[in-house]
């Protein structure tokens, strides 16, 4: 039993249409990730700001003093 030709072309015009559906979707789920990642980026850059601003606020007795060099060999 064939498939009738106008059947097909049908299938394929619905499923070109669906294909398209998709491509649009995911355009715009690239977007959205595109921007969540530059929010991430951002918040990481203010977090890095703040602890760098905490760190110049604390008195030097509160930060652990570097251990000491070993003694050079002469």
Wanted: hydrophobic share 35%; glycine share 2%.
């Amino acid at each position: 039993m064939a498939i009738s030709i106008d059947v097909l072309k049908s299938e394929r015009e619905a499923l070109k249409k669906k294909l398209g559906e998709i491509e649009g979707e995911q355009k715009s789920l690239d977007l959205k990730v595109k921007d969540l990642r530059q929010k991430e980026i951002q918040t990481k850059r203010e977090i890095e700001a703040l602890n760098i601003l905490i760190d110049l606020q604390q008195p030097p007795a509160d930060k652990p003093l570097p251990p000491p060099a070993p003694p050079k060999a002469t």
